[in-house]
């Protein structure tokens, strides 16, 4: 009950195109839901979050969309740029507790 | 404001022998998390405080790993003995806690950790 299922392990996206990372989860207690980005030698940093009340959540290049119904939740990357190569981890917790992470996804956009 | 703290950033030793890590959360943060990343994997919970007291420890191999948060700031965690498959980042992440922005957690850089 407390896995997040993350695909695809790695992605390879031309720039200026939509990187798309899907997630699952099973546990319906779970009410926050973000994305975070890891460079290589650096600790994941806040990316976006949303919660179960919202569909669809935008800041900038980045767009969450969740769909409650189905339990899954992904992240796009519009116009995706050299430098948004990185891993991205989806997560998911429940008030203050830890956050439960997909296995990640390597991201490289090439020009 | 300062993020979160960790020292040293890497540290090889040989199996069998201890290692402490240090982590300084931001300011005003009353909770914070032990995780451990194993290469190509997603971080785990190691243990989660609240303020001085544990919250959570039930992913901590309590046989070989212990951690403290004395005064309600700063943590270190110990490894004694290493194994070799202890081989990990292991991250400090922090967050408000029960008030106003729990859910935000925020990590720092982490201490790579390689066991020979």
């Known amino acids: 009950q407390q896995q997040v299922k993350q695909s695809p392990q790695s992605l390879i996206v031309q720039k200026g195109g939509i990187s798309i990372i899907n997630c699952a989860y099973e546990?319906?207690?779970?009410?926050?839901f973000p994305w975070y980005q890891q460079f290589p030698g650096k600790g994941p940093a806040l990316l976006i979050a949303?919660?179960?009340?919202?569909s669809e959540k935008k800041e900038g290049r980045f767009t969450i969309s969740f769909n409650k119904s189905a339990k899954q939740f992904s992240l796009h990357i519009m116009d995706s740029q050299p430098g948004d190569s990185a891993t991205y981890f989806c997560?998911?917790?429940?008030?203050?507790?830890?956050?439960?992470f997909g296995k990640g996804t390597r991201l490289s956009v090439i020009a | 404001e300062a993020g979160v703290a960790q020292s040293p950033r890497y540290k090889i030793i040989e199996k069998r022998q201890s290692v402490a890590f240090w982590c300084n959360p931001i300011?005003?943060?009353?909770?914070l998390y032990w995780y451990q990343q194993i290469l190509g994997q997603g971080p785990k919970l190691l243990i989660q405080?609240?303020?001085?007291?544990?919250?959570?420890d039930s992913q901590l191999p309590k046989d070989r790993f212990s951690a403290e948060r004395l005064k309600g700031v700063d943590s270190t965690l110990k490894i004694q003995p290493a194994k070799l498959e202890d081989s990990a980042v292991y991250l400090c992440?922090?967050?408000?806690?029960?008030?106003?922005?729990?859910?935000?957690?925020?990590f720092g850089p982490g201490t790579r950790l390689t066991v020979l």
């Open positions: 992440a922090s967050s408000p806690g029960a008030s106003g922005g729990a859910y935000t957690q925020y």
């Open positions: 546990n319906t207690a779970f009410d926050y």
């Open positions: 949303i919660r179960p009340d919202v």
């Open positions: 997560a998911a917790l429940r008030g203050n507790t830890p956050l439960v």
């Open positions: 300011s005003g943060h009353a909770t």
């Open positions: 405080f609240q303020n001085n007291g544990v919250v959570d």
